[in-house]
């Protein structure tokens, strides 16, 4: 007669509790847009949620501690001039976030530890580069001001925020509308998914896909991946029956998965919230009321089945809390913010454990809000690990630290001295298009400043019969 041997994990008992009426955030009107991003960024300061607003784009941001029922006139920030699509706190300064939106920018925001009095409606610099919709960004994990952003008209591009300026263009890698985009622990690597089915694994600096896998979900509806630790990659996605599935797979032998387990029949994208420290993995769902997590080892099945955290009603978006945002002395190892129509949930995640010490199997040093390059380092082909920090006394947020843009002056960028060559084809093509298109900009203007100055003339004119009138 053989034993069932239950495996042995610290993780076995995590349990999802909901937090108390008077903590959650309510009277907020979530964004409706059909788009499958979480709505919702999460750091150890603020929550961040896409709403609902007429004439542009916004999102809310409340400080964790601006918990219960909002004000309506609670001021936003507003200056996208179309629905915001994606929002991510930067991972080195927890007090500026970034925004994609459907009127192609993306805007990136300081965001003043006080609350405001009106609305914020100045960006610290505005990114413009894409010709369609912007639907996803990430910032890099280790590089000072280093954001991604992704668009509709299928281009990846890389800013440096701290000046301004577009580093890197990805473009010809997708034939189709990108899904989602990861970056590796380290940021040398990054993982996208397509809807032209592939699965790519790129290396920015070198604008090459260094491997591809067609497929790796056989249904047509959207799929998601995220690195792993190791440098695994862990997919969601659906099966030609329509079921949800979830695989495992390494990049370098893409063929065959490490793991592939078939889940639920639902149309909900799976969204995965992955925490490299306990290398758990959370499955949420964009309109499931569950959420499933899982662990990834080294052992077979490699993807074990935890548990799920169940409620009645169903989620809109979903923030991830990072580490150093949680409280340890309470063996939190994960906090989930949970949109629903009107209000935002937090979802505490828990190992239950008798003793009041710190748990250091629970806690092992995480990626800190230091920077661990420069962008320019990064750039010139550098990597490093993240610069980890101890939560072993708890993490305090740090004071608001300044974003400056230092814009680079085109003109500091000498041309090489070299001999003029007057009757060159290529000189000729490349100068006379250039210098037309300054002539033409500068007729426009010219154009622009007379209808202007014609408009103040007659509103003058108006004014003094107005107050001629009234005299």
Known sequence: MSRRVVRQSKFRHVFGQPVKADQMYEDIRVSKVTWDSSFCAVNPKFVAIIVESGGGGAFMVLPLAKTGRVDKNYPLVTGHTAPVLDIDWCPHNDNVIASASEDTTVMVWQIPDYVPMRNITEPIVTLEGHSKRVGIITWHPTARNVLLSAGGDNLLILWNVGTGEMLLTLGDMHSDLIYNVCWNRTGSLLVTTCKDKHVRVIDPRKQQVVAERFAPHEGMRPMRAVFTREGHIFTTGFTRMSQRELGLWDPENFEEPIALQEMDTSNGVLLPFYDPDSSIVYLCGKGDSSIRYFEITAEAPYVHYLSTYSSKEPQRGMGFMPKRGLDVSKCEIARFFKLHERKCEPIVMTVPRKSDLF?????????????????????????????????????????????????????????????????????????????????????????????????????????????????
């Open 359 to 471: 748990q250091d199997d629970l806690y092992p040093d995480t990626p800190g809000p230091e920077p661990a390059l420069e962008a320019a380092e990064w750039l010139a082909g550098k990597d490093a690990e993240p610069i980890l920090v101890s939560l072993r006394d708890g993490y305090v947020p740090l004071k608001n630290r300044e974003l400056k843009v230092t814009r680079k002056n085109i003109l500091d960028n000498k041309p090489p001295m070299v001999p003029r060559r007057s009757h060159s084809t290529c000189d000729a093509n490349f100068s006379r298009p250039s210098l037309e298109d300054l002539l033409e900009e500068i007729r426009s203007l010219r154009q622009t400043v007379q209808a202007q100055e014609k408009r103040i003339s007659d509103l003058e004119n108006k004014l003094c019969k107005f107050t001629n009138g009234t005299a």
